[in-house]
C-alpha cells in the first residue's frame, strides 16, 4: 500500500478511483452498444446471455451470484429476454419455488452472432489485447477488494448495532 500523501491532492475528481471506474464503464459500455442494438440486446441483457451460453441452465439465484447483480435486478432482465424469444424461465422440478432460466433455440442461434463482438470491440478501442487483458486481471483484484471491504463494512455496521436495533 502506498501513502496517499504522495498524491498532490486526494480529492481532486481526476485522482479518484470510483470516477475513472464510472467514466470507463460508461464508456467502454457505449462501445458496445451499436453492436448488441441488432441483436435486440442492451449489454446487462448480453451479460445474461453470456453467463447462459457458458452454463444454462441456470437457477435465477445461480445467475444472480455469477453476474453479481441482486435478483429483483435481474428478474426485469430475465422478462424482457424470454418476451424477445431468447430465454425460458421454468420452475425448477425439484423446488416449486426455485426458477430454471434456460436457452430457447433463438436464444442459442444468438451466440454465433455473438461470437462476432470480442473481436470488433477489441478493433473498435485500438488496445492491444495484452493490455485489456491485463486490465480486466486488474479490475478482477479491485472487485475481490472491494466485495471483502464491503463484507467487512457490513460485519463492522452490526456488530455496533445495539441489541434487538437496526
Given at each position: ?20 471506474l464510472a467514466v470507463a464503464s460508461r464508456s467502454v459500455i457505449a462501445v458496445y452498444r451499436p453492436l448488441l442494438e441488432p ?101 478482477t483484484q479491485v472487485i475481490a477488494a472491494a466485495n471483502k471491504a464491503n463484507h467487512a463494512g457490513h460485519a463492522d455496521q ?9
Open positions: 500500500m502506498s501513502d496517499l500523501g504522495d498524491i498532490p491532492d486526494p480529492l481532486a475528481l481526476e485522482n479518484q478511483v470510483c470516477f475513472a441483436m435486440g440486446l442492451t449489454h446487462p441483457q448480453y451479460l445474461v446471455m453470456l453467463a447462459l451460453w457458458q452454463h444454462a441452465p441456470l437457477s435465477v439465484k445461480d445467475l444472480s451470484r455469477l453476474l453479481q447483480l441482486e435478483p429483483a435486478t435481474l428478474s426485469p432482465l430475465l422478462k424482457r429476454l424470454e418476451a424477445n424469444g431468447f430465454v425460458q424461465r421454468l420452475r425448477a422440478s425439484g423446488d416449486e419455488r426455485s426458477l430454471a432460466v434456460t436457452l430457447t433455440p433463438a436464444g442459442r442461434r444468438l451466440r454465433d452472432e455473438a461470437e462476432k463482438i470480442p473481436p470488433a470491440i477489441v478493433g473498435r478501442l485500438g488496445m492491444e489485447l495484452s493490455d485489456l487483458q491485463h486490465l480486466h486481471q486488474m479490475l452490526h456488530a455496533h448495532q445495539p441489541a434487538g436495533g437496526h
